[in-house]
């Protein structure tokens, strides 16, 4: 017993001495790059130094370890701490306006483990899951000025490019499965772009990464810096990336800085339900035992009453009602899925007005107007003076071009202008002597609203930026008509325009609360007294009574409430 134990001890001894003099030549050997570690500033403790991305990739074997999505997500973190002021001043916004943070994380609730999910397969930095934050304020059919839509605001040219299909049956913008795996592949692709700088590939997703390479380039023929911090870019973008490293810092110190976390379990929010056929939305919504404004949370995507005929056939259903979606799924018979009248009769509707848009126009001609001072521009514009009492979407009907041509040649952000004003107007061709001008003349897109509980002719008509007026006049009834939840206006010509991440307008149903005045609900949400009464005039007929709910037009590029 006693040889053994000294056997064991001098074994032991001999083991020490080797781990020992092994440490001490490995201390020797400079760290590769995949072994050094992150760097710290030395008076943060927050998450961004504590979680190396190599280490988690390494050690992690599975994300069911966490027990909520933010503890995976701070896991997940990459992106090297930064001290910016601009950074700072992010931050000192939310902190002033802790709500938006509490509102936040309700709306990204049910998308964050599926968010997490293709963060995490893409192998790609975890804070990028806090972008739907700045691009839609996690409204999931948000649409921007600049026709960008869903939670991740993709265009339409981009959305294509990465198979989001868009129809009028379905946008794959908005659909919270689909865009979700493009705009990670995208983001990614944007990185190996930028040799792994993620900063630029972030700025390049918010302002093009063609527009990226030229600004690098303009600060290489001045021999400056070309990181994201020194280049000159437009306002936007100069705060795009700041307040998305402004977000992830909050939430990595969420107890330093006093923000409470919602408690948001590790755990799929919704299951991915093959239905292999169309099914109406509202069926589907019962079928699932959902509220249909849960149901459409989920699935976004679908524009109208009826899931798309030519697919995308899958349905996004809460987890805990799943099993009872796929058993009612399975028992109902093909004829009660859907309106088949109504379907066919759609479809052949959309048949026609496609193949009307697409025939080719003819040239017209046409002789110049006296509201062109110059028929002679150049860069295919035309100069003209605005008359009282128009608008842009009449100056942009009369020229055949739609508001945002104009709005991006004359670089407006908003649609008023003002009597006397020049703009430029983009001009098909010009000739001299009678100055005839000839112009192919582009048919007006025509989209559909579906009337919803509670809509009116004014609020209807702030979403698509056009009176009141014209929207009775194009749907042939009057401003006195009733307008019957489900019932389809038709929109001519016109963009949405609700909650989007900067410059952007959105729709918020506010419950008014007891000692609530409307000079104190104007200034919260920073509207004027006469547009929030003519959008609630049937609720503040009786005046503001606890209870009530008011709908709010909200600027929501920072108030997100």
Request: proline fraction near 6%; charged fraction near 20%.
């Amino acid at each position: 017993m006693q040889i053994n134990s000294n056997r064991s001890f001098k074994l032991l001894s001999l083991s020490l001495t080797l781990v020992a003099a092994g440490c001490s030549q490995s201390s020797k050997e400079p760290l590769s790059v995949s072994e050094r570690p992150p760097q710290v500033s030395p008076d943060d403790n927050s998450f961004f130094g504590r979680f190396s991305y190599l280490s988690h990739r390494k050690n992690k074997s599975n994300n069911e370890q966490y027990e909520t999505v933010w503890d995976r997500l701070l896991s997940l973190y990459a992106l090297p701490e930064i001290n910016n002021e601009r950074i700072d001043r992010e931050i000192n916004w939310y902190l002033q306006h802790p709500q938006s943070l509490i509102s936040l994380q309700q709306r990204a609730e049910p998308y964050m483990h599926h968010i997490l999910d293709e963060i995490e397969a893409k192998q790609i930095p975890g804070e990028l899951a806090l972008l739907p934050v700045v691009e839609s304020s996690f409204v999931p059919n948000a649409y921007s000025k600049s026709a960008a839509s869903g939670l991740w605001q993709f265009i339409p040219s981009t959305g294509q490019e990465f198979g989001l299909k868009q129809n009028s049956w379905y946008d794959g913008r908005r659909d919270v499965y689909a865009s979700t795996k493009a705009a990670t592949t995208y983001l990614k692709q944007l990185s190996e772009n930028f040799n792994g700088d993620w900063l630029l590939a972030l700025a390049s997703y918010n302002y093009g990464k063609g527009n990226v390479r030229k600004c690098i380039e303009r600060n290489e023929d001045q021999d400056m810096p070309t990181d994201y911090w020194s280049l000159s870019l437009p306002d936007e973008t100069y705060h795009y990336v700041p307040k998305l490293l402004a977000v992830a810092k909050i939430f990595a110190n969420a107890d330093r800085y006093n923000i409470p976390l919602r408690h948001i379990p590790n755990k799929p929010y919704f299951e991915v339900v093959d239905i292999k056929a169309p099914l109406d939305l509202s069926k589907a919504a019962q079928m699932a035992n959902t509220p249909l404004n849960e149901f459409l949370r989920l699935n976004p995507g679908f524009n109208r009453w009826c899931t798309a005929p030519d697919g995308p056939h899958r349905l996004l259903i809460p987890v805990k009602n799943a099993p009872l979606f796929k058993k009612n799924l399975a028992e109902i018979p093909y004829y009660e899925r859907f309106n088949y009248t109504k379907l066919i009769a759609e479809q052949q509707e959309q048949i026609i007005a496609e193949a009307n848009y697409h025939k080719p126009e003819p040239v017209v001609t046409r002789q110049p107007t006296a509201h062109y001072t110059s028929l002679a521009p150049t860069g295919g514009f035309a100069s003209y003076k605005v008359k009282r009492g128009e608008t842009l979407a009449s100056i942009a009907r009369s020229h055949h071009t739609t508001v945002q041509n104009l709005r991006s040649a004359n670089h407006l952000g908003k649609s008023s202008i003002n009597y006397g004003a020049v703009l430029k107007v983009p001009s098909a061709a010009k000739s001299t002597g009678n100055a005839v001008m000839l112009a192919k003349a582009s048919r007006p897109s025509e989209t559909y609203h579906t009337v919803r509980k509670g809509d009116t002719f004014y609020n209807i008509g702030q979403r698509y930026s056009i009176s009141p007026k014209e929207l009775a006049s194009w749907n042939r009834i009057t401003l006195k008509t009733a307008l019957v939840p489900g019932r389809k206006l038709i929109i001519k010509g016109r963009e949405q325009q609700v909650a989007s991440s900067s410059n952007s307008l959105r729709l918020v149903h506010y419950t008014v609360k007891k000692g609530d005045t409307l000079t104190q609900i104007c200034k919260k949400f920073n509207v004027s007294m006469s547009d929030l009464k003519r959008s609630n005039a049937p609720a503040l007929a009786n005046g503001l009574q606890t209870g009530k709910v008011l709908k709010i037009l909200v600027d929501s590029s920072h108030s997100m409430i």
